[in-house]
């Protein structure tokens, strides 16, 4: 009895004006979801990558927490030179922050 008064709700003409609010609801949360995720993940993400590509030898560089200065760049990676000389390599990726060198070798002790 009261599944036959749904359905018949669903029959009644005008309930077209229905689909339009859903329509405008999925475009809205699409632009939502462009606007507030999506953009400013991109930009994100072409920033890293700028900085990324704009790596230079005797930078500050951190990856994964890792601090030191890069001793070498490799196409995929890099080798940081750490504080007491010991070197380790890492991928390009990991690396967040970077901060550029004085362009000063620093003597070795």
Do not use: C, H
């Not at 309930?15 to 400013?40: E, H, N, S």
């Not at 500050?60 to 927490?65: E, F, I, L, P, S």
Request: no cysteine; net charge positive; aromatic share 8%.
């Amino acid at each position: 009895m009261v599944s036959s008064f749904f359905f018949a709700q669903a029959n009644q003409p005008g309930a077209g004006g229905g689909m339009m609010q859903t329509l405008i609801i999925v475009g809205l949360a699409i632009l939502f979801f462009y606007f507030i995720l999506w953009r400013p993940e991109q930009k994100r993400r072409k920033a890293a990558e700028q900085m990324r590509s704009s790596l230079k030898k005797g930078d500050r560089v951190t990856a994964m927490g890792i601090v030191g200065k890069i001793d070498r760049i490799q196409e995929q990676t890099v080798v940081l030179k750490m504080i007491d000389g010991a070197k380790i390599e890492v991928l390009k990726a990991a690396i967040t922050e970077v901060q550029p060198g004085s362009g000063e070798e620093e003597s070795g002790s």
